[in-house]
Every structure is written in C-alpha cells, then in structure tokens.
C-alpha cells in the first residue's frame, strides 16, 4: 500500500509514530510523512532544521515532507496554539502540492493537538483515500483538564470541530477502552471505532546492550525511583516534589527525571527551594536507544498524572515502555493506567494528586525484598507479551488499513 502519514511530530522527535512508520515500511509498503519542523519538547527549532533548510528527506526509507510551523516555544497558551495552527495551515495548503501522486490510504497520528487531522481531511478530499485517525488525547477534554482553555464559547468551537473531524474519518483508534465512550459522545459511529493500545519500541523488548562510546551519567548510589518522559503539567510534577518532599529524611532514596519539557525549570527552581537537590537528580532527556539501560539501574519506574477525570481515562505511553523491560512500576495514577499496573501485578498504584499514598507506595517499594521486585518486573513483562505485544497490534493496524482500502474501493 501506498499510506500518507499525517502528524505534526516525527524523527528526530521521540514519538511512537516513527516507530510505526519503521515498521510498516519493513512491511513492505510505501511511507510518506507529512510533518513539521522538529522543536519538541524544548520549543525550538532542531539544530540543522529552520524555516528553509531540511524541509524534505529521507530517513531509513520514509520519505519526510516538513510544513513549516511556528516552533512552541515556551509551551505558554498563545504560542502553543500559533504551534498548532500554524502546522495545520502550512500542511493543508502547502503539503498536496509537495506530495503529488495517489495514496491509498491517510493516517494521522494525534497525540495532542487533534489539528493535525485538519489537512489529513484536505488529503482525503484530494486523494479520494480512507482516512483513519489514532486518538491518543481527547479534545476539547484535556485542554480544560491542562487548564488551557477556559472560555465556554472557545470550548463549544473546538467540540464542533472535533465532532466534523470524527464524521470525516474512516476509522477512529483508541488508545484506551476509557475514550471509547466520549468518542462516541463526540458524534463517531460506534462502528469505526476500534481499540487500538500503544506498544513498546523493540528496544525496549530487546536485551539492553552496552554501547561502545556511549558513557551514561553516573547515578547516585542508593534506591532510585526512576521517571522518563515529558515533564509537562499533565504529569502532575508538583505532587512528586511534594513525595520527594515528605521522604526528604530517607537518604538512600533518589528520584531521577529522564526528560524535558515545559515544567523543567520549574521544578528545578523548586526542588532548589525545597532544598531537595541531594535526592532529586533532574537529568534531561536522552536518546530513546539509551532508555533500558537507564531503566536497568533504577529499583522502581514511576508513572504520574495529574489528578483529572480526562486523564483517568488515559494510558501513559510510558506503561508500556515501564512494562516491556519488565520493571516494577509506582503509579500515581487513576483510572485506566492504575488498573493495568494493578492487573499486571506489575507494582503498586496510588491515586493521583496524592503525594503522601505515592511516598508510603516508595517507602514499601524500598522495604521489600530485592526478589519481590524482581518478580514484579517479570509480571510486568508477561503482562506486556499479553496485551501489548507490538508485532501484533501493528499487524492488527496493518489489517484495518487494508480493510479501509478494500470498502473504499468498493
């Protein structure tokens, strides 16, 4: 198959779609990206890219056609929405004319903002393709959960957008049975809708291996509770600090924060405030290849978000990650990402936006045997081989995409 990948994220930035992408090419059909120019999560540009330069290449086969977009900055409101509609015009206006030729298909990827279906439906009108849409963030819901949005009559725009989107698409995915519900709500036929998880990168499935050359930061010895990903304020940061905070007399327990994004240096200058530089290590972001052996070295990962009835229906990427390399996991979680880790027998949960249930959790975490967490780690990756296991699901997607094919031809 021909297939037009729409999404404002991809290589050099960490996002599952590149992975999927990979592995549909290996697969043997033709990929196309339409993408902006790389700036997440630091808000900007990507040393090499810029408004004129890189803005088509090819990366392990893909063909990459870049819009361009006002890069996000700080994250603030404003600028995160110019980022957004920026990428949505440039892509419906400039992208047909640099991806000439028919597709078979249209597939956007929609982590946050859902704009980015805005010119995957240009592309569908002009290309006469199936459309077919993965949810991973639900509009306009969590942008009143981010505190983003707060205008009704702003809100009642974007759910009437959101509602023309999901009656233009072929097939909705959802990343979590817990969208289902609100997607149908938004006015899509229950018929399109399909469960569709995230997985794990194979590198995280994979033995993690030394690499030559590459020397990792030297960890501070003792317990350490590991998070890696976007430091954002869905992830609930002030409720870790305070944990960090209620534990800080426990010497031997270390958080160590793999990533970056608009929260960053304000939990720097927190966990400065709070005196909490000897036990919260703030690390930056590394290489998605470098994770499992970050992951190797910590006694516990952690997963937080904050505490929101939008985000208790959500799966955090990161569980899947957590789970694939088979690691104990403390979740500071509601809803659908609790349960998993609860079903997995993979770690133990405490609800959102309580930091005095997520220090007692690390307390309990670091009074166990080494063995009980070990065996822990080892649910976490048979769970994972169970309902995540990435080959399948994208054989799955490589199904419902030939079946939008076959009923369009039709």
Same mark, same amino acid.
């Not at 056609?65 to 600028?79: E, F, M, N, W």
């Not at 997607?183 to 033995?207: C, D, H, L, N």
């Not at 000897?278 to 904050?306: C, I, N, W």
């Given at each position: 198959?021909?297939?037009?990948?729409?999404? *404002?994220?991809?290589?050099?930035? +960490?996002?599952?779609?590149?992975?999927? $992408?990979?592995?549909?090419?290996?697969?043997?059909?033709?990929?196309?990206?339409?993408?902006?120019?790389?700036?997440?999560?630091?808000?900007?540009?990507?040393?090499?890219?810029?408004?004129?330069?890189?803005?088509?290449?090819?990366?392990?086969?893909?063909?990459?056609?870049?819009?361009?977009?006002?890069?996000?900055?700080?994250?603030?409101?404003?600028?995160? !929405?110019?980022?957004?509609?920026?990428?949505?015009?440039?892509?419906?206006?400039?992208?047909?004319?640099?991806?000439?030729?028919?597709?078979?298909?249209?597939? !956007?990827?929609?982590?946050?903002?859902?704009?980015?279906?805005?010119?995957?439906?240009?592309?569908?009108?002009?290309?006469?393709?199936?459309?077919?849409?993965?949810?991973?963030?639900?509009?306009?819901?969590?942008?009143?959960?981010?505190?983003?949005?707060?205008?009704?009559?702003?809100?009642?725009?974007?759910?009437?957008?959101?509602?023309?989107?999901?009656?233009?698409?072929?097939?909705?995915?959802?990343?979590?049975?817990?969208?289902?519900?609100?997607?149908? *709500?938004?006015? @899509? !036929?229950?018929?399109?809708?399909?469960?569709?998880?995230?997985?794990?990168?194979?590198?995280?499935?994979?033995?993690?291996?030394?690499? &030559?050359?590459?020397?990792?930061?030297?960890? &501070?010895?003792?317990?350490?509770?590991?998070?890696?990903?976007?430091?954002?304020?869905?992830?609930?940061?002030?409720?870790?600090?305070?944990?960090?905070?209620?534990?800080?007399?426990?010497?031997?327990?270390?958080?160590?924060?793999?990533?970056?994004?608009?929260?960053?240096?304000?939990?720097?200058?927190?966990?400065?405030?709070?005196?909490?530089?000897?036990?919260?290590?703030?690390?930056?972001?590394?290489?998605?290849?470098?994770? &499992?052996?970050?992951?190797? *070295?910590?006694?516990?990962?952690?997963?937080?978000?904050?505490?929101?009835?939008?985000?208790?229906?959500?799966?955090?990427?990161?569980?899947?990650?957590?789970? $694939?390399?088979?690691?104990?996991?403390? $979740?500071?979680?509601? #809803?659908? #990402?609790?349960?998993?880790?609860?079903?997995?027998?993979?770690?133990?949960?405490? &609800?959102?936006?309580?930091?005095?249930?997520?220090?007692?959790?690390?307390?309990?975490? +670091?009074?166990?045997?080494? $063995? @009980?967490?070990?065996?822990?780690?080892?649910?976490?990756?048979?769970?994972?081989?169970?309902?995540?296991?990435?080959?399948?699901?994208? !054989? *799955?997607?490589?199904?419902?995409?030939?079946?939008?094919?076959?009923?369009?031809?039709?």
């Amino acid at each position: 198959m021909k297939i037009l990948i729409v999404t *404002q994220y991809f290589w050099p930035e +960490n996002f599952r779609i590149n992975d999927l $992408a990979c592995e549909l090419h290996a697969r043997g059909h033709a990929v196309t990206v339409v993408t902006g120019i790389p700036n997440y999560p630091a808000g900007r540009f990507y040393p090499g890219y810029g408004w004129l330069r890189r803005r088509r290449e090819n990366w392990n086969g893909i063909d990459i056609v870049r819009c361009a977009l006002l890069p996000r900055g700080a994250g603030g409101g404003v600028r995160l !929405a110019l980022n957004y509609l920026s990428f949505a015009l440039s892509a419906s206006l400039l992208a047909p004319w640099r991806c000439r030729g028919e597709f078979d298909v249209i597939f !956007a990827f929609e982590p946050s903002p859902i704009t980015v279906a805005l010119p995957a439906m240009v592309f569908k009108w002009l290309k006469r393709a199936p459309l077919l849409l993965w949810v991973l963030d639900l509009w306009p819901e969590s942008l009143t959960a981010a505190g983003a949005v707060r205008s009704p009559a702003m809100l009642g725009l974007i759910g009437k957008m959101v509602r023309a989107i999901y009656r233009s698409c072929d097939v909705i995915l959802a990343q979590s049975r817990g969208f289902v519900p609100r997607i149908e *709500q938004m006015g @899509a !036929a229950p018929e399109k809708i399909r469960y569709f998880p995230s997985w794990a990168e194979s590198v995280f499935t994979a033995e993690p291996a030394a690499r &030559p050359g590459v020397k990792l930061p030297a960890l &501070p010895p003792g317990f350490r509770v590991m998070f890696a990903g976007n430091v954002g304020a869905a992830q609930g940061f002030a409720s870790i600090l305070d944990a960090a905070t209620i534990l800080k007399s426990h010497t031997d327990i270390h958080w160590v924060i793999l990533g970056e994004g608009r929260m960053l240096e304000w939990a720097r200058s927190e966990a400065r405030a709070r005196k909490l530089e000897a036990s919260v290590h703030l690390l930056g972001a590394y290489p998605l290849e470098l994770m &499992p052996l970050f992951f190797r *070295q910590a006694d516990v990962m952690l997963v937080t978000l904050k505490h929101d009835p939008i985000f208790a229906l959500t799966i955090p990427a990161k569980v899947q990650s957590y789970l $694939a390399c088979g690691r104990p996991i403390a $979740a500071m979680l509601d #809803g659908e #990402g609790a349960r998993i880790v609860t079903e997995a027998g993979a770690g133990l949960a405490s &609800p959102a936006g309580n930091p005095q249930a997520l220090a007692d959790n690390i307390l309990a975490f +670091n009074r166990m045997p080494a $063995a @009980a967490r070990e065996d822990m780690g080892k649910a976490a990756r048979n769970y994972y081989d169970l309902h995540f296991e990435r080959g399948r699901l994208i !054989a *799955q997607f490589e199904g419902w995409l030939r079946e939008a094919v076959e009923q369009r031809s039709n």
